[in-house]
């Protein structure tokens, strides 16, 4: 059901994808830095609905102490981040827009750097400004593995964002990733969350046409019921 509030002229599923691909797209575009990094691009084509309020350079600057700290982290390269990690550097530091090392590698499925970050105490409920959590970036994406170490550490799995108060599992039926939704379901993620538009997991799937998403959602609402 789409918002009067939003007048938002799109069908569901365009919306429904756009909101999981702008998570993934708002933080690529961020922290893309001049070494020419590139995220993993699994999620969606959509078009990102907001423009970031940040530049990227802005948003990791070179001069920020931890931009190298970060740019490891969102690259997947384990031994500068854990040098990093030895020589005392704040493993809950963030950047700009509030993200911190653990959701840039959660955000490409950097499962080891998780772990590593995860063992030196990282903050695996940190929210960002939009109210995202290291879960939901690792949602957005094909990474069970790193969506598993998450919840391992007690991660909150249904923790909604400021925005649109999607939960991880919102994002990752919306996004199509059945291994994500059947993991998050495995731990008793709930399935009747509702958007600010009204929308649950089951509408954006089926509206995205992700029919073995919604095949493991109706099975768990049956098995609930």
Not at 34 to 43: L, Q, R, T, V
Not at 193 to 201: N, V
Request: net charge negative.
């Amino acid at each position: 059901m789409l918002s009067e509030r939003r007048k938002d002229n799109r069908s569901g599923a365009e919306r429904g994808h756009a909101v999981a691909d702008q998570c993934r797209a708002l933080l690529a575009l961020a922290m893309i830095l001049a070494s020419g990094c590139h995220k993993n691009k699994e999620s969606g084509v959509s078009p990102m609905r907001n423009q970031p309020t940040n530049s990227p350079s802005q948003a990791a600057s070179p001069k920020q102490p931890e931009a190298s700290f970060f740019e490891a982290a969102f690259k997947g390269e384990l031994e500068p981040v854990v040098m990093a990690c030895q020589d005392g550097v704040n493993v809950d530091a963030c950047d700009a827009e509030g993200r911190t090392a653990l959701m840039l590698a959660s955000f490409n499925g950097h499962e080891e750097i998780v772990q590593q970050l995860l063992k030196r105490g990282a903050g695996v409920d940190a929210r960002d400004k939009q109210g995202r959590t290291a879960l939901m970036y690792a949602s957005t994406g094909p990474f069970p593995g790193t969506v598993q170490a998450l919840i391992e550490q007690g991660a909150k799995l249904d923790v909604v964002d400021n925005h649109e108060k999607w939960s991880p599992l919102m994002f990752a039926a919306a996004e199509g990733h059945a291994d994500v939704v059947r993991l998050l379901l495995k731990h008793d993620a709930a399935t009747d969350l509702i958007d600010k538009d009204g929308d649950t997991a089951l509408s954006f799937a089926t509206q995205n046409h992700h029919d073995e998403v919604v095949a493991l959602l109706k099975q768990t609402s049956v098995s609930s019921d």
